[in-house]
């Protein structure tokens, strides 16, 4: 004798295909989007932290647990929106719940109280089709499981808005730590080196240090802090902020060990261009148009930062690709020269493009190797200037 099945009245929109492949196409588009711009624009450090394979994971576990309770009978683009923004929260709380575990402990327990109380209020209704018990409560089943995927994709919204954005607003003593040391272990530096800078040699060699403690950041704290919030930087005026970025370039000048140089701020006719370095006179040049006009392209506090951390990394490459010129062959495989591509430097500076107003001769000039060193060295060292700006602020605060 065969029984009628439970049956559920099909509530979908979309078929089985269009079902899964939008589960795979939203999620590869919002998955890498989330990955590779939204966290490491809101938080530096999840771009060290970022893993396809955890990404990958989280997708695919949110994804079966929708695809689960809703493929034969409520296949629709809401439940595809749910399960991918579940996967990305997910990914999001992976990646950066360490340093906010409070947060993320809370918003747990939240999750987990309504949507109890949800399931509690389904289940609990009286069953007036005694006929039909089994196909009832099969389908408070499957309504208690909606429940908790739709509190669980609310969750994901507030952990992927809130969680970014929090710990991009509010100082975090541990991810700066992390991040700190993330910044060092790329580029091969000690950590010590960074906070206490370059210090001359006390043995039997002399060194000529053309910036002294006195272009040390902490020396200069007051002056170089008024850079670290772009709304402060825009209330002073152009003499003030030119003093800033001269600060600035110094107590850089000073980390890289660099020869004296001279920093001057004029309006360059191209707008285009923000810095140059001239290293026959040893010349930073700053457009001045930014600087005047705070909104203009280039003109933003970070903008300006990373200008003349550029412009002063351009001098840094002068000075070690003449070291190379002057070094033995044997001395050339050092990883001092080695490490930073010195050879494609010298290469570089001979056939340097300038580059022009097509997208070809843009594209030269910007994978060009000593603009694309100076480009990672310059925005990566803005984020350390920020870290120490803040270290050097709180301890003030402390004491």
Known sequence: MRKQGIKLKDKSTLSKGEYLFDHFLYG????????????????PIAKYNNSIPRLIIC?????????????????????????????VGLYTVSTLGEYAVGFISWLCIGLLVISVFGIILIITKNVKRKDRIKQIMFSRFLRSTQVVRRNVGVAAVIAVVALPIGLNCFQNEKLNEDYYEKVCEEYGLNADDIQDGISGYEGE????????????????????????DNDTFQTLDYEKKCDVLRAVCYCEARYLGLCKINIV??????????????????TITVNAKPIKDGSSPGGTAEELLITVLHECRHCYQNLLSEMYISATPEQRNLLAFTGEGVNGWITNIGDYKPGDE??????????????RDARIYAETAAQIYYLMIDSLLNKQTDD
């Open 28 to 43: 590869l588009i919002l998955g890498s989007f989330d990955v590779y711009n939204i966290l490491p624009y809101f938080v």
């Open 59 to 87: 997708m695919l576990l949110t994804s079966m647990f929708g695809i689960v309770i809703s493929y034969n009978h409520n296949r629709c683009g809401k439940g595809v929106i749910q399960d991918i923004i579940s996967g």
């Open 205 to 228: 060699l002399s060194v000529l240090e053309n910036y002294g403690d006195e272009y040390r950041l902490e020396k200069n704290i007051d002056t170089i802090k008024l850079i670290r």
């Open 265 to 282: 701020f004029e309006d360059i006719e191209d707008d285009t261009l923000l810095g140059t370095y001239n290293h026959a006179t040893k």
């Open 358 to 371: 097509t997208i070809e001769g843009q594209m030269e000039y910007y994978e060009q190797p000593i603009e």
